[in-house]
């Protein structure tokens, strides 16, 4: 991808693995609600995500934009996700179909399936003996109407991508985190993503030749209940990182 | 069920099916965004599908809700579909929650999984040899914004299935109309859903045990690229026409 990428919500959490491993390999493009707090490393553009000509000033030229922007609380009210989520995720679509960007990166989240960990699923869901995987090809089961938000970007998505003929991955990320996560959170343990294989997969998104995905986004961890198998397959994902792992 | 039953956009075209055969057989409760042009058989509402308030008066007491309210234009903006369908469903949803309703019947759409109709499908999809079905498992594709939007509703219902324990059906209603369609209209005949069909379809969904489903709406045509199994065997559904059995 020699073109410019947008980059939305650079300022979160996922804006700051994905910049810290890969800074110097795009000709990023950033966008954020807020201007930024350092001196930025990039062009950056101080937009709401539903400001159709504002991010569509963004986004002009671009060849790809990765989609972070939203509110990322698991708790947001309706009426957060409906505006910045919902609404933000075909304000950039729709930008993205008449700008002419080839490829789109989606921030989704486990919580688009978050009720498949039902009482009787749980804990041992989270263990390694465990062989229930979600792989993707499932219908949504949100946890919240944060993952319900995040679901409709998901859809938002595939008919941008069958109308408009734009490749698009949605990455239903897990538990970003800098730090291993805790012995004892087993389920932060089944759904960790490190930094740098979350700036890993989101580069094999910008790489990769695909059509429509929705994949998972943890590292290759022992205790797992989502399946990588088509991160591999597609995107050449291939994962540093395993939670079972500490230093 | 013996509680009232609130039926929003009743003044539409699946309303008048569902009031035409089942106007005796509830205790129905109508509401519209516009009052009824004729005198109403039932106890009206007139509350737009967004306004918490008034639908929450109009629900109070209700066991049942049937969900047809929103904009049911193919071609809707986005703007439309986004307050009317998205957040309208949201709305009687969280209505339904907080006012104790037991099941929740929602009329989704074809266009849901419209773009399945790829040009390599068609026409061989619309005829009777052809054995591609939809069933209900696969994911959504929407045809158009609108598709996107009932898509989002099927969400929405699953998240308030899952955390409110509330019974959702979804129907993705195929072509409704009163009298058989053209001859020449092989789409129009693939997804035929006859009056009395879409009725009794909609009372088995009033009466049918089940947690969340999503089921096909259409007639017993011989031609057809949805499955009717799941609502068969669920819901009890037996339908009576059929596209091809021209009088």
Chains 1, 2 share one sequence.
């Not at 970007?153 to 805790?182: K, M, Q, W």
């Not at 591999?232 to 994962?239: A, F, I, K, M």
Request: glycine share 8%; hydrophobic share 35%.
């Amino acid at each position: 991808m020699d073109d410019p990428v947008l980059l939305t919500g650079s300022e979160g959490r996922v804006g700051s693995a994905i910049l810290g491993d890969l800074g110097s390999k795009y000709d990023w493009r950033l966008l954020d609600r807020e201007p930024p707090t350092e001196e930025p490393s990039h062009e950056f553009f101080v937009a709401d995500i539903t400001d159709y000509d504002a991010v569509r000033e963004a986004a002009e030229g671009a060849g790809a934009i990765v989609h972070l922007a939203g509110d990322p609380r698991p708790e947001a009210p309706w009426n957060s996700v409906l505006g910045n989520n919902i609404d933000g995720t075909h304000t950039i679509l729709q930008v993205a179909a008449d700008v002419g960007v080839e490829r789109f990166v989606f921030a989704s989240s486990n919580h688009a399936v978050g009720a498949y960990e039902t009482e009787e699923r749980t804990p041992d869901l989270y263990r390694d003996h465990d062989e229930f995987r979600l792989d993707g090809s499932e219908l949504p089961r949100p946890s919240n109407l944060y993952g319900v938000s995040k679901a409709a970007g998901e859809i938002l998505g595939r008919y941008y991508h069958d109308e408009f003929d734009i490749s698009v991955a949605c990455v239903r990320i897990g538990n970003l985190t800098e730090g291993h996560p805790p012995k004892d959170y087993e389920r932060g343990q089944a759904m960790w993503l490190s930094y740098r294989d979350c700036a890993h997969l989101f580069d094999r998104c910008l790489a990769a030749e695909y059509g429509y995905e929705i994949v998972y986004g943890i590292s290759d961890n022992d205790r797992k209940y989502y399946s990588i198998e088509r991160a591999r397959e597609v995107l050449g994902y291939d994962p540093q990182d395993n939670s079972a792992h500490h230093d």
